[in-house]
């Protein structure tokens, strides 16, 4: 599997547990689509390409495009939706780090965080108010707590003020979710887990420019489109 399919399959794969967390039930459509006929949380896709060169037709049919803020994850950036009703939203890089390669230093507050993974649903509920305290209902429900994906926690002074998610599938640790002056904790937590996995995300803006500072390289383009 090529990383850019890796990375696809990897980030469908988290979206996959999120929505069933929530109760939804995504399918796969064989090996090149990921989608959910219902309605996914608010900033999940609908629908994740996993292969180039999948027919536009093929990842529209099976969402909600009546549904404002149906939008869909066009990993490869070679699909055009504008006729089903779409526009992009934003469009990103695909960006991965090589296994084995040496950890960017902390600098700043950051040097000073100390990291532990989110051990239970207490834990995850002031994770989640550290990263986004929009004060509703949560996103990241307990049931994601498990094998293969961990929520990451820096701290200081017992409050947490930094974090991300990690996740396995595609045969690498997808890192999404980031959070405060991350990059140094999240990636020495991750390799002290999963040493021998290639790292992957996707980032772009001034967010990129981090993750290249912390020896991430981009290896390809994604859109996000928003059906309208």
């Given at each position: 599997m090529s990383l850019l399919r890796g990375a696809a399959v990897n980030n469908a794969a988290w979206c996959?547990?999120?929505?069933r967390a929530h109760g939804l039930a995504p399918r796969y459509d064989g090996e090149q689509l990921w989608f959910s006929a219902r309605r996914t949380p608010p900033m999940y896709p609908d629908a994740v390409t996993l292969e180039p060169g999948v027919p536009a037709r093929n990842v529209v049919r099976g969402v909600d495009t009546a549904s404002h803020g149906c939008s869909v994850k066009d990993s490869f950036a070679d699909l055009d939706l504008v006729g089903a009703g779409f526009e992009v939203l934003f469009e990103a890089q695909w960006i991965h780090r090589p296994a084995g390669a040496p950890l960017p230093r902390a600098e700043g507050e950051a040097a000073g965080l100390e990291w532990s993974e989110v051990a239970d649903a207490e834990e995850l509920a002031s994770w989640e108010a550290a990263f986004d305290d929009h004060g509703g209902d949560r996103m990241f429900r307990p049931g994601l707590l498990g094998e293969g994906i961990v929520f990451l926690a820096g701290r200081a002074d017992g409050r947490i003020v930094a974090g991300a998610?990690?996740?396995?599938?595609?045969?690498?640790?997808?890192?999404?979710?980031?959070?405060?002056a991350a990059w140094a904790g999240v990636l020495g937590a991750v390799c002290d887990r999963w040493p021998e996995l290639d790292v992957v995300g996707y980032e772009h803006g001034e967010d990129l420019e981090a993750a290249v500072r912390a020896?991430?390289?981009?290896?390809g383009p994604l859109r996000v489109w928003l059906c309208q």
């Open positions: 996959d547990a999120v929505c998610v990690a996740s396995t599938g595609g045969g690498v640790v997808g890192v999404s979710n980031l959070f405060g020896g991430f390289a981009p290896i």
